[in-house]
């Protein structure tokens, strides 16, 4: 079946990735819609993520260090590319060969970048980072107001900010940040503006006014995560996981199964213990111990709860209720029954630690 008999394997849905690029693409039509492609592509790999994507239509990416940006501009040849961290020291002329564009995000990056620019005589765009609430990267809103209206020493090709709680609509910060990067966008208006993460990409807009401005940069919505929780999700599924099954064994009821001892079995159990665990990016705050159920796989139609804790390598699920079960199956840990924020909120995180921490063990297959 496998060449190396991985204890998992991943599947990447490339026609879902590209098919939730056009669904957010279209909220908000008079937009450009990017493609973040940061952190392996949120764990889903960033030759084949670019590669879709830009076959979709996606003609800017953003990603975070420069050696992703290498990655992605192999990837994509002719598309316009940030790198959102901004401007590691002595980095230009690394960026300028890659062709890809920092976004600057203090005083002294912007700095470095108008001294290379002069000195290498070549026009090499960049964007200005404004931080409108987030207070991470950015120039707060004295520093822009004192520095953009004079000029920088170089052509700004994009004006970013970045959204602190749109992923829960009920916060006031998501339209105080639009009307202040709004405000700030003012100072260079002929300069393209971007703000919306994915959860301000599916909001749209506020109370005050649209948050599509020039260009939107969703990412973990790409791969299939909603991150507006209690919201129904236009997307689909992107990644799909199933583990091998290593052994099937019977547990009489009261023994206690895994390190520490932390969950009795309440009845004679049939366990099936699956090839992947913590190692493999399943957090182990997705296991189960007495009165606090974890995380579940699937057998076909059929739950197979999560017993006990997660180990490096290993993982027990109750199959009791799934009695055809046997060695060298496959359970679904992530799929049609167990979505990417499932699978997180049984974890107590976010879809965004779920997917940049699938494992480098996993035999990972591409499909369109
Ligand atoms: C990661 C990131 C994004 C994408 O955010 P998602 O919530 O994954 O859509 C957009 N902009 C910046 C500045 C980021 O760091």
């Excluded at 290379?116 to 200005?128: L, N, Y």
């Excluded at 199956?329 to 924020?341: K, R, S």
Aim: glycine share 12%.
């Amino acid at each position: 079946m496998t060449s190396d008999f991985a204890g998992g394997r991943l599947t990447i849905d490339l026609g879902a990735l590209k098919d939730n690029w056009r669904t957010l693409a279209a909220i908000s039509p008079d937009s450009e819609c990017a493609a973040v492609v940061k952190a392996n592509a949120y764990g889903v790999g960033t030759a084949e993520a670019t590669r879709a994507l830009a076959a979709a239509g996606a003609k800017t990416f953003f990603v975070a260090h420069p050696a992703e940006a290498r990655a992605a501009r192999e990837a994509a040849p002719d598309a316009v590319i940030y790198v959102l961290n901004g401007l590691p020291p002595g980095a230009c002329d690394l960026l300028a060969s890659l062709r890809v564009r920092p976004v600057l995000g203090s005083r002294e990056e912007i700095e470095e970048w108008a001294a290379f620019v002069r000195a290498s005589g070549a026009d090499e765009a960049a964007a200005i980072h404004l931080d409108t609430g987030m207070v991470r990267l950015g120039l707060d809103p004295d520093e822009a107001r004192a520095m953009l209206p004079g000029g920088l020493g170089f052509r700004p090709a994009l004006l970013v900010s970045h959204l602190s709680c749109a992923d829960e609509p009920e916060r006031p910060e998501t339209e105080a940040q639009r009307a202040l990067f709004a405000d700030l966008r003012s100072l260079l208006p002929d300069t393209p503006a971007s703000l919306s993460n994915s959860a301000g990409t599916l909001l749209a807009k506020t109370s005050g006014g649209d948050l599509g401005f020039d260009l939107r940069r969703p990412g973990v919505s790409l791969y299939g995560s909603m991150p507006i929780e209690g919201r129904a999700s236009p997307l689909k599924p992107v990644v799909g996981l199933q583990a091998r099954v290593t052994q099937v064994r019977d547990a009489d009821q009261g023994a206690v199964v895994g390190y520490g001892g932390a969950e009795r079995l309440t009845r004679p159990s049939r366990l099936a213990i699956l090839s992947l665990g913590y190692a493999d990016g399943i957090l182990r705050a997705g296991g189960s111990e007495d009165g606090q159920p974890g995380a579940v796989a699937y057998a076909g139609d059929v739950s197979c709860p999560f017993v006990g804790r997660i180990s490096m390598d290993l993982i027990a699920v109750d199959v009791t209720d799934a009695p055809s079960v046997k060695r060298g199956d496959w359970l679904e840990v992530l799929g049609a029954n167990v979505g990417v924020d499932d699978l997180a909120r049984a974890c107590g995180t976010i879809g965004y630690e779920v997917l940049t921490s699938l494992g480098r063990r996993f035999e990972r297959a591409f499909v369109d």
